[in-house]
Structure formats: C-alpha cells, structure tokens
C-alpha cells in the first residue's frame, strides 16, 4: 500500500492558518504539518526528514536540504521570488519548484507607488512638523511636479508592469530596463527601454522590480548611484540584496542623491544599528508591500493546490524551473 504523502509547511516570521492548504490537498489524500519558521539548512533537514512537498515562506531550502530529503518532489514558494529555494539544485534533483506569481501584483505595485508619492510630497515630515506644532503650508526641501517627470522601473515584470502603468496615469515618463522582456510589452505599456546605466542618469524616480539572482545581487550599486541625478530617490519593493545598502548608505551621506524608500533590506529583519535607519531622508518599511487581507487569504489554498497537482502527476501551473519536464529529464516520482 502507497504511503500518505507528507506536507510541511514551514511558516514565515508571522504566523498563518494553513487550513486551506490541507483542504485543498484532501483530494490526494495528503497530510499537511506546519512548522514555525525555521532559519537553517540542519534544521529544515531534521524537522521535514520524510517530506514529499515542502511549502515555503523565507526558510533555506538548499542543495543540501533536497539531497538530504529523498522523497522530496516540490518545494512550493509561497509568493513571487524564489531565491531561497536553489533552483539550479532543485533542477538537478529533479525536485519541481513552484511559486505564485500572481496574488500580490497589485499590491507590491500599489505600495512602490504609496512610496513614491510619500516621498515626493514628504508626508512623513509634514506629518512630523504639524505634530510638533509647525503649522508650514509648503513642503520641505521642494517637491516635484510628478507630471513631466521621469520614473525608471529596474525590471518590467508583473509587479513593474503594473507600477508603470499606475505611474503613467501621473503623466509621467516612464522608462525601464529589462533584457528579458519583449519590445512588444514595451510599446504596449508606452514605456521606453533604455540601458541601465541611461536609466540611473535621466529617472527621477527609480523603482526596483527585479528578480534576485546571481545576476541581480548588488545591481543597485555604486556605479550606479554615481550616475544618479542629486534631485532623484530609489524605491526597492523587490529583494533587499539587489541594492548594495553600504553603498547606497555613501551615496545618501555624500548628497550623491537625494532619497531613498525601500521596503526590502539585505538582512531581515533588518538590525536596528543600520545607517539608513538613521536618516532622515529614508523612508522604510518593514518587507510589508505585498500585504493585503485579501491577497493573504488566498495563500494556503493556492500552495495545496499546487503540491496536489505535483502529487497527482499533474503539471503545476507555475513552474519555475520547467526544464524539468523535458524529455529524459530526472524528475521524483511518487512512490
């Protein structure tokens, strides 16, 4: 008789209700365990010894980790970015890793925008002067019209695609880098390609909506901050590492730009002795722009609708790496 499949969940720093995800895998039938968040490989390896799908929030799911686990067959990421899943390694051990690219398209492009309008109209220090008692009717340090000015989105994805479009009814010039991204999507969201570097020059307002991969780590970095206009801020809603935050701690101390409002940081939770939690022209928030109560919600149904699709010998809807199911590739079978 086959075995009952095993499913761990391994919750974030916050914890949620996975009712919806064993429902979803009634079907299978599967058993569903969920763990608090766990924070190394060892860890991981010892809690989820007989796995044969793992959904995942922010836990470390290595080489290691999928070699150690043999019945493992799909690690499952609970929101857009993958990279704390080793998806080359997945490849290689023919586990079949998964995300949902879809729920918080909407909602990460909504929070860039809330970023760039709160620093351009500098709500956080009008806020902080009128409760100190300054009753001032103009905004300090200047603020740009929006209308005429020009954003660049690092990045023209869902999440970029839809700030450009939410950005372009500002009537502002919108401008993106992507190299992975058709000419086609470029005309049709009336959004100009440009180098990486011609981006850094002419936006005055940069927004970062890019994958984190090797090729991607510390892309926002100290070239270019040095092509940056004095006026111009960056916006980071996508992963904490693609920004180098010691040099964007230098360029923001030297006057090299003017701004900054990120919500993602290298290290999370980010330590409270960082520089940039100390100036005054940071805006920060807590890794927070995908939230919406109703976003959130559908979560658990989504990840056990995925695992029992790879349980069940059906394809997942979103595969990231889909060179797993090409002919005479090695892919974990249900035993």
Known sequence: MTAQPHVYVIQGRTQQDYADCQA???????????????????????????ADAIVVVYSPITRAVMSALEGL????????????????????????VVNIPDLWIREVANHALALLL?????????????????WNTTVPGGAGSLHGETVGIVGLGNI???????????????IACDPYVSDAHFATLGVERVTLEALAERADYVSVHTLLDAETHHLIGEAFFRRM?????????????????????????????AGAAL??????PIG?????L??????????????SSAAVAQVPRRCGEEVARVLTGQRPLNVVNPEIYAPGAARRARP
Not at 280 to 288: E, K, S
């Open 73 to 96: 067959k799909t690690v499952v990421r609970t929101g857009v970015g993958y990279d704390v899943i080793d998806v080359p390694a997945a490849t290689d051990l023919g586990v079949i």
């Open 118 to 134: 709160a620093w351009n109209r500098k709500l956080l220090a009008l806020d902080g002067g009128l409760r100190a008692g300054a």
């Open 229 to 257: 206009k004095p006026t111009a801020i960056l916006i980071n809603t996508s992963r904490g590492p693609v920004v180098d935050e010691q040099a964007l701690a230098r360029a923001l101390q030297d006057k090299r730009l």
């Open 263 to 268: 919500d993602v940081w290298e290290t999370e």
């Open 160 to 174: 970029g695609s839809a700030f450009a479009r939410r950005v372009a009814a500002f009537e502002m010039q919108v």
């Open 272 to 276: 409270a002795d960082s520089p940039l």
């Open 24 to 50: 979803a895998l009634a079907r299978v039938p599967a058993r569903t365990t969920v763990l608090p968040f766990i924070a190394t490989e060892d860890e991981v390896i010892a809690k989820t010894r007989d």
């Open 278 to 291: 100390r100036m005054d022209n940071v805006i920060a928030t807590p890794h927070a722009a995908y939230f």
